[in-house]
């Protein structure tokens, strides 16, 4: 996929009150920022602004905005991405995500495809109870999710907006739960800043009591491999553990795995029967073959896993991209 981002601040210049002027610089760029789309034809852009009431406006420009082959850029140190979710066939089953991504060539604080394909799969999946039930069972009034390599929280926060409508769906109603968030320090503020925006959403879509707190903390994999967490990554048992777009850099594969391992270790030490297995939600774009020495680490590390969905990604102009979902499990 391609997504719009934008490169710095938006400039806003109102010396005169008749025709203010806005400048923006953009690209047309993939999730990892490692080419630019090339279309065969330029492409129209079409920009807009919300005004004070919330109401779109097309802003109108001196010259045709267009995107077009060979181009790097079109003419608050953030943005906002607004994603729109379904979580069943009801006007009311609509589900609006706002998350804050950096601008400009940040990695750790941008949206990233399979993060974006994956949310919209477990949302899609509470339309029936059989298939939520496969990719997120609920058999408790409590659940706790935790995150790894989070970024800007596209994948925790999709699941803390749609727990309550998962266990509703399967017949259960949650008293608690908890999703956590954990990336480098590097991630921390915007992910801290998407969890506020998701937390007003939350309390106005609570309607059993239940409450899902969302809480971010810091995990070096190169620390967690040793066992060596928080806090809050120490306080309880995970349900599930869920990452996505992680595996790009095969450098770090060994301590994502050792730090994988080192949860169900600590998940063993809970006497309840559920945490003698671990289960984790992985997602990836494959980029290149040598991640494949995921799978091997994994086997090494005796999990064992299989291809929850394969969901093929146009790409305009090149061959199309895939996103595997993936199932991990660990035993005693």
Request: with cysteine.
């Amino acid at each position: 996929m391609h997504y719009i981002r934008l490169l710095r601040p938006a400039k806003f210049d109102a010396s005169d009150r008749r025709r203010p002027i806005i400048s923006l610089l953009l690209v047309v760029t993939t999730d990892l920022g490692d080419s630019f789309l090339y279309p065969d034809e330029p492409i129209e852009l079409v920009i807009a602004a919300d005004d004070a009431a919330g109401q779109s406006v097309i802003l109108k420009t001196d010259h045709p905005s267009r995107w077009a082959a060979g181009m790097r850029g079109v003419c608050s140190p953030i943005s906002v991405r607004a994603l729109q979710l379904n979580t069943g066939s009801q006007p009311d089953d609509e589900l609006n995500l706002d998350l804050e991504e950096d601008i400009g060539e940040s990695i750790a604080r941008h949206i990233w495809d399979a993060g974006i394909v994956t949310a919209s799969f477990l949302a899609d999946s509470c339309h029936s109870s059989e298939s939520i039930r496969k990719v997120l069972p609920i058999e408790r009034d409590t659940f706790s999710i935790l995150e790894l390599g989070s970024g800007v929280g596209i994948l925790g926060i999709t699941l803390a907006r749609i727990l309550e409508r998962a266990a509703l769906v399967q017949g259960r109603t949650l008293r608690e739960a908890t999703v956590l968030l954990t990336d480098l320090p590097e991630a921390e503020e915007r992910a801290r800043s998407n969890i506020s925006i998701a937390e007003k959403a939350l309390s106005l879509m609570r309607t059993s009591g239940a409450a899902v707190t969302l809480r971010y903390e810091d995990l070096d994999w190169d620390e967690g491999k040793h066992g060596r967490f928080g806090p809050l990554t120490s306080a309880r048992p995970w349900d599930l553990v869920v990452l996505s777009d992680c595996t790009y850099n095969v450098d770090s594969l060994p301590a994502l795995v050792g730090t994988l391992s080192a949860l169900h270790a600590a998940n063993l030490k809970y006497p309840d029967v559920h945490s003698a297995r671990t289960s984790v939600i992985l997602a990836t774009k494959p980029r290149h073959s040598s991640e494949q020495a995921l799978f091997e680490l994994l086997k090494t590390n005796e999990w064992k896993y299989s291809v929850l969905k394969s969901i093929r990604l146009p790409k305009l102009g090149e061959e199309d991209e895939q996103v595997d979902i993936y199932l991990l499990e660990k035993g005693k």
